[in-house]
């Protein structure tokens, strides 16, 4: 069997990195559960790692990378003694303690689990959704993307569209007016959600045209996108656009799949804590960053929400008597 | 970037694939792509373990742009593989290494 952690972080966004430098201050040794590499904001680092410029973290007079402020979250918590592990939790079991979770691409979810922890922070934050229609997995890569940063140049002189209205919809298509001669934003609704610095940016901006009211319901081409067929919310009347782009950011869900049927969540997923506090249901395991906030979802509020996390989680193991751990004691082949 | 793995150019590309007696797996990649940074290390590993059954060559795709043209690199990071010269498999996007070394299992 493992060795029993004291505190286990599953995730490592804005809110899991706090929860990991201040757990690590306090002297508990947390496990960072990472993540893996993927191409969409299920991944190490979270969302921020597939924007550009973050301009509202306070204390960046300039603005800074996303991908940067991540990599400093990180080095910051293992400057303090954090552990990180680069894998996907496939499976926790909180019914006995110590908690169980299993790890791993090949994780042998019937045998040992991989790691044992007295607490759990659940910051797994959220991923973006994607349009749900026929072909979108086979156009992946292919004219289909769910990161402006990483195929904008691509699109050099190309007539691309968005499809959202909110702050990672605008931003996106401000981003990606440095390729495409033209970028259409596609929202469903006649005005954008996002930011009003945003908003103003982009409807000046002579690059980005606006369809309004409307969705896209085709995708065409093969093996490379062609062309959308976009509708008319309100008519239902259907047009061809001729685009060889799109770019999708119409909103996240919660990833909290792995914790149905044993953390309390909303019908939205969202993970349910209780008012004034990151506990959930079950005591010694709390919940922080987007993961369980549909209302502000800020890297800042995340963070925020992290602090509160490990603050809790520490004040929880005092109260159970759970003694911290030496970190000399602390295996390093993790 | 590790010892195993090689560097890729445009100028260099046909040779390197056309005389390679094991597979080649190109990693099309540049210094602003967030996903292509966080495989690198993965790949330096792989590259590693796997050393005389396969090679990873890197192909920065800002100062080589003909090669990702030639084989419809729309998204970064992409993996082809090459095989006695020709694609035998492209994977798009950012993985694992578990999950990787599954998709490049055929060729180990």
Known sequence: ????????????????????????????????????????????????????????????????????????????????????????????????RPFKIWSGWSADHDGEPTHLASSVIVSTGAQSLMLGIPGEERLVGYGLSTCATCDGFFFRDHEIAVVGGGDSAVEEALFLTKFASKV??????????????????????????????????????????????????????????????????????????????????????????????????????????????????????????????????????????????????????? | MGEHTTTLTDASFDETINSASEPVIVDFWAEWCGPCKMIAPILDEIATEQAGKLTVAKLNIDDNPEAARRFDVMSIPTLIVFQDGQPKKKLIGAKGKGQLLEELSEFL
Request: with cysteine; net charge negative.
């Open chain 1, 184 to 334: 259409t934003i596609i929202h469903r609704r006649d005005e954008l959600r996002a930011s009003k610095i945003m908003q103003e940016r982009a409807l000046k901006h002579d690059k980005i045209d606006f369809r309004w009211n409307s969705r896209v319901v085709e995708l065409h081409g093969d093996p490379k996108l062609d062309g959308i067929t976009v509708e008319d919310v309100h008519t239902g009347e259907r047009s061809r656009m001729d685009v060889t782009g799109l770019f999708v950011a119409i909103g996240h869900r919660p990833n909290t799949d792995l914790f149905k049927g044993i953390l309390d969540m909303e019908d939205s997923g969202y993970l349910i804590t209780v008012p004034g506090s990151t506990a959930t249901n079950i005591p010694g395991v709390f919940a922080c960053g987007d993961v369980q906030d549909h209302t502000y979802r800020q890297a800042i509020t995340a963070a925020g929400s992290g602090c509160m996390a490990a603050i809790d989680a520490e004040r929880w193991l005092e109260a159970n008597h759970l003694e911290p751990a030496d970190i000399a004691e602390t295996p390093t082949n993790w």
């Open chain 1, 1 to 96: 069997m493992p060795e029993v952690r004291n505190v286990i972080i599953i995730g490592s966004g804005p809110a899991g990195l706090t929860a990991a430098i201040y757990t690590a201050r306090a002297n508990l040794a947390p496990l960072v559960i990472e993540g893996e590499p993927s191409s969409t904001s299920d991944q190490p680092g979270g969302q921020l790692m597939l924007t550009t410029e973050v301009e509202n973290f306070p204390g960046f007079i300039d603005g800074i990378m996303g991908p940067e402020l991540m990599g400093n979250f990180r080095a910051q918590a293992a400057r303090f003694g954090a552990e990180f592990l680069t894998e996907k939790v496939t499976k926790v079991d909180f019914e006995s």
